[in-house]
Every structure is written in structure tokens, then in C-alpha cells.
């Protein structure tokens, strides 16, 4: 019910809320109604799991607040472990009225201040200011994911060369840098990390000398001595390191250790 609350921006006063096990059989004539099947459902005591109810694929409850109705269907379901955000919420497009859909700020509500404020802690002072200027909280649930607080793996050598970063000594070259460290902190395809660099770069404030976005390919030329760095270690590029590897070399780097 909070994540709901919390996500939909729905207005602060009491309203009387539900949920509903929906009867999937309850409309194959065709003939009744959304009343009906609310009728014909179960209402759900809301002391229970939400897995008791939602633990497969295509499972439906309903949500009641108010006047309004919600359809919660699982799309997906995946593994947790101690470092997955409580909640979050991945996307959305629309709003009610009187409100604005805004991802960062859903999403640092559902983290919780306590939440990050614990996980910046482990970030190093350049790499913690980042993301206290951009305003990018959704960056926190990735934070919390890689679990910094696990020891690293590295060779001394490692150790060594990462120590050094960033290269760069303008502050668009160290943004530039910390915002390419994040997007690979993403460990995802191409395409999401040059996303997630522009996306931290425009929030940061830069743009390019004719007032655009910065893309990708600009961001990256900013601290290419640093970078190069990261590819001879096997953070990125050809030679990459397996997952596992990479994911030390970015918790050295974003902890600051060397």
C-alpha cells in the first residue's frame, strides 16, 4: 500500500483502501463487470505477504483507494538477496491529476534517507559529490546492489593504477570520469551505460560549446587517460574482466581504495 501511495503521488488524506484476489474466471461470459468480479473476489486481510498472493507470473490482485481502481499483474519475478532495494519503481509514463511523475524523486522516498545516507557513506568524497549534485538518487538502489561494503580481490599492482584516478585535472574531465565509473557500474549493454553517462553529464549541468547535450563519445574523450586506465586493468573494452572481476575494480574505484 505505501509503494503504491508512494509511487502513484496520490493525495496525503485518509482514503479507504484494498486489496482483492481476483477470481480469473469471474468474467469468461463475458457478462460481468469490474464491480462483479470485486464482488466475486476475495478481499485480502493486508497483514499478509504480498508473496502469498503475487508469486508467479500473470498473478493479478487489485488495489482499491478511493475512487480508484489499480490491476497489479507480476510481469516478472527475480532473486533477492540483502542488497536489493526494498522497492523501486523502474519506469512510468503519465500522472493524475495535480501531480508529476518523477522517477527520482519516487524513488529516493521509497529508498528511504536512512538507506542513503548509509550507502554514500562507502563512496568516495568525488564520487559521493556526484550524485549529491545531479540529484540522481536512483543511483543508490544500484549502489546498494553492488554491495560496497565486500571486500575487494585485487593485486597490488591493481591497487596501484587505480590509486592515480581520475587522470584528468579539470572538474568537466572528473565529472566526465565519475559519470563513465557509474555507467559501467551498470553492467549492462552499451547502449544502457552511454545512457546513464549523458543522463549524470546533463544533470550535472554540462553541455557542449553549442549548448547541447553532450553525447557519449564526448563524454568519454573527456578522461580518456583514465579510462585507458580502467581498460588496461580489465574494467572495460576488449580485454575486459569476467563480471565478477569488474565488479571489484569499480567498488575499488568508487570506495576509493588503492
Same mark, same amino acid.
Given at each position: 500500500?505505501?509503494?503504491?501511495?508512494? *509511487?502513484?503521488?496520490?493525495?496525503?488524506?485518509?482514503?479507504?483502501?484494498?486489496?482483492?484476489?481476483?477470481?480469473?474466471?469471474?468474467?469468461? /461470459?463475458? &457478462?460481468?463487470?469490474?464491480?462483479?468480479?470485486?464482488?466475486?473476489?476475495?478481499?485480502?486481510?493486508?497483514?499478509?505477504?504480498?508473496?502469498?498472493?503475487?508469486?508467479?507470473?500473470?498473478?493479478?490482485?487489485?488495489?482499491?483507494?478511493?475512487?480508484?481502481?489499480?490491476?497489479?499483474?507480476?510481469? #516478472?519475478?527475480?532473486?533477492?538477496?540483502?542488497?536489493?532495494?526494498?522497492?523501486? *519503481?523502474?519506469?512510468?509514463?503519465?500522472? %493524475?491529476?495535480?501531480?508529476? %511523475? /518523477?522517477?527520482?524523486?519516487?524513488?529516493?522516498?521509497?529508498?528511504?534517507? &536512512?538507506?542513503?545516507?548509509?550507502?554514500?557513506?562507502?563512496?568516495?568524497?568525488?564520487?559521493?559529490?556526484?550524485?549529491?549534485?545531479?540529484?540522481?538518487?536512483? %543511483?543508490?538502489?544500484?549502489?546498494?546492489?553492488?554491495?560496497?561494503?565486500?571486500?575487494?580481490?585485487?593485486?597490488?599492482?591493481?591497487?596501484?593504477?587505480?590509486?592515480?584516478?581520475?587522470?584528468?585535472?579539470?572538474?568537466? $574531465?572528473? /565529472?566526465?570520469?565519475?559519470?563513465?565509473?557509474?555507467?559501467?557500474? *551498470?553492467?549492462?549493454?552499451?547502449?544502457?551505460?552511454?545512457?546513464?553517462?549523458?543522463?549524470?553529464?546533463?544533470?550535472? $549541468?554540462?553541455?557542449?560549446?553549442?549548448?547541447?547535450?553532450?553525447?557519449?563519445?564526448?563524454?568519454?574523450?573527456?578522461?580518456? &587517460?583514465?579510462?585507458?586506465?580502467? &581498460?588496461?586493468?580489465?574494467?572495460?573494452?576488449?580485454?575486459?574482466?569476467?563480471?565478477?572481476? @569488474?565488479? #571489484?575494480?569499480?567498488?575499488?574505484?568508487? @570506495?576509493?581504495?588503492?
Amino acid at each position: 500500500h505505501d509503494v503504491l501511495v508512494t *509511487c502513484f503521488d496520490l493525495p496525503p488524506e485518509e482514503s479507504p483502501w484494498h486489496f482483492y484476489r481476483v477470481d480469473k474466471d469471474a468474467d469468461k /461470459d463475458g &457478462a460481468s463487470t469490474r464491480e462483479d468480479q470485486r464482488t466475486e473476489s476475495r478481499r485480502i486481510d493486508p497483514s499478509h505477504h504480498v508473496a502469498e498472493f503475487l508469486w508467479r507470473e500473470e498473478e493479478v490482485v487489485e488495489f482499491t483507494w478511493g475512487l480508484w481502481d489499480f490491476s497489479l499483474t507480476v510481469a #516478472d519475478i527475480y532473486p533477492r538477496d540483502s542488497g536489493t532495494p526494498q522497492a523501486l *519503481c523502474v519506469g512510468g509514463s503519465g500522472s %493524475f491529476p495535480g501531480s508529476r %511523475f /518523477d522517477l527520482t524523486a519516487i524513488n529516493a522516498e521509497l529508498t528511504g534517507q &536512512a538507506v542513503i545516507d548509509e550507502v554514500l557513506t562507502y563512496l568516495t568524497p568525488p564520487a559521493r559529490g556526484i550524485i549529491e549534485r545531479s540529484r540522481l538518487f536512483d %543511483f543508490v538502489p544500484l549502489l546498494q546492489a553492488l554491495d560496497l561494503s565486500r571486500d575487494v580481490e585485487l593485486s597490488p599492482e591493481i591497487l596501484q593504477k587505480l590509486s592515480t584516478l581520475p587522470r584528468e585535472v579539470t572538474t568537466e $574531465g572528473h /565529472d566526465a570520469f565519475w559519470s563513465v565509473v557509474l555507467g559501467l557500474a *551498470c553492467m549492462g549493454a552499451q547502449d544502457l551505460m552511454d545512457a546513464v553517462t549523458v543522463t549524470t553529464m546533463e544533470a550535472l $549541468g554540462w553541455i557542449d560549446d553549442d549548448g547541447e547535450e553532450l553525447t557519449a563519445d564526448e563524454i568519454w574523450g573527456m578522461c580518456e &587517460a583514465s579510462t585507458g586506465v580502467l &581498460a588496461s586493468v580489465g574494467a572495460w573494452g576488449p580485454d575486459a574482466a569476467a563480471p565478477v572481476d @569488474r565488479l #571489484d575494480i569499480l567498488r575499488a574505484v568508487l @570506495r576509493g581504495v588503492g
